[in-house]
């Protein structure tokens, strides 16, 4: 990680050397208008979409995630064993797509144009389903690690770094106990918080997962062990992938200095990278967070199904400016994360803030 950083700085002293006052503020203005460039080309196909492709795909998403609960809780019922397990993986892609398609999309208010339903689908997505607090969650993500992303010690990466643990827990194991260290995280998180919003936080996830509790003992029939066997089950189904995206496409590319960051563009298309197309992941996280990351960084309030249209305008005009677009595969990643796991998680630079799902 300190290699990645001494590159880019190396990199950034010889583009800067014996540039004059002037030339830097050509190249800073050169900067500003490749992005305004890319804004116009990006927002003139959102206003040629229809309400469909802006929001009603992904919409139409997690309403069915939601319409598949009843039937998940009565497969769950079944005493016959392949009715159980496709009542458990059903509810398992649901509660996926709901808690990370959806607080993503809502913490970013691409869910919908209106601000007072954009922060009740917040409060709705974060605290009802995902079990975390809204204000700390929208301030860490948004606020911190889009407008900070790979800067040193704000929005370097992800929340979930244990370096204590050896590689083989970090990346197979511990993600299993996210389902149960994400309500008290967000506990920890109320202090400082006003009254309103602590009681509101917490009120919002006893709901959540006291209803998923009682609808279990008796839509399915458990009894209580069991009922919180399979909440774990199902509530950590995809919490391996979860935490293997959040650190794929931030770590181990160039980080900057809080002092000597690069404009926009150029910040996202050497910090952040795509993995490649994969439709299970695509399907129940977004594209935003797997293929289209990239384009999510330049035009965070796109809905998912709007940065994968995008897609081909970002890339084709990154490369035609002679700017990275990165691009890896899950996999490749994995295990480039497995071999190198001590310089890059390890000996990282510290994190000073929360961040969450990238």
């Not at 319409?67 to 509660?95: D, E, K, N, Q």
């Not at 079990?131 to 929340?159: E, P, R």
């Not at 150029?266 to 910090?271: A, P, T």
Request: proline content about 4%.
């Amino acid at each position: 990680m300190q290699k990645v950083t001494e590159e880019w700085t190396e990199m950034e002293e010889r583009r800067t050397s014996g540039t004059s006052a002037a030339g830097k503020k050509e190249q800073k203005e050169e900067c500003e208008t490749l992005m305004m460039e890319l804004n116009r080309l990006v927002q003139k196909t959102v206003r040629d979409s229809s309400w469909w492709d802006r929001r009603g795909l992904d919409c139409t998403i997690l309403a069915s995630a939601f319409i598949s609960l009843p039937t998940a809780f009565l497969l769950l019922s079944s005493s016959h064993v392949c009715y159980f397990l496709l009542g458990l993986v059903l509810m398992g892609v649901a509660h996926a797509v709901i808690t990370v398609k959806g607080t993503h999309l809502a913490s970013h208010g691409a869910l919908t144009e209106s601000s007072a339903w954009g922060r009740f689908w917040v409060v709705f997505f974060i605290e009802v389903c995902g079990s975390f607090t809204a204000n700390v969650s929208v301030k860490s993500h948004v606020k911190m690690h889009h407008a900070h992303t790979n800067v040193i010690g704000l929005g370097d990466s992800s929340t979930w770094k244990v370096p204590f643990l050896p590689r083989s827990v970090y990346l197979f194991i511990a993600p299993l106990v996210v389902p149960i260290i994400t309500p008290l995280v967000a506990m920890g998180q109320l202090k400082g918080q006003p009254l309103y919003t602590a009681v509101r936080t917490v009120v919002c996830v006893c709901v959540g997962v006291c209803s998923q509790y009682v609808l279990l003992r008796c839509v399915s029939g458990f009894t209580c062990s069991s009922a919180l066997l399979v909440m774990l089950l199902s509530r950590g189904m995809f919490s391996i992938p979860y935490i293997h995206i959040n650190i794929f496409q931030h770590i181990g590319l160039p980080m900057f200095s809080p002092n000597r960051r690069p404009k926009r563009i150029y910040q996202m298309s050497h910090g952040v990278l795509n993995l490649s197309r994969n439709r299970l992941l695509d399907w129940i996280f977004g594209h935003s967070l797997i293929n289209c990351h990239v384009e999510h960084h330049l035009f965070p309030s796109l809905s998912d199904n709007m940065c994968l249209k995008v897609k081909p305008i970002v890339s084709q005009f990154l490369k035609s400016k002679a700017l990275p677009y990165q691009e890896d595969g899950y996999f490749s990643r994995l295990r480039l994360f497995f071999h190198k796991y001590q310089e890059l998680m390890v000996f990282a630079p510290p994190i000073t803030e929360l961040v969450g799902v990238q």
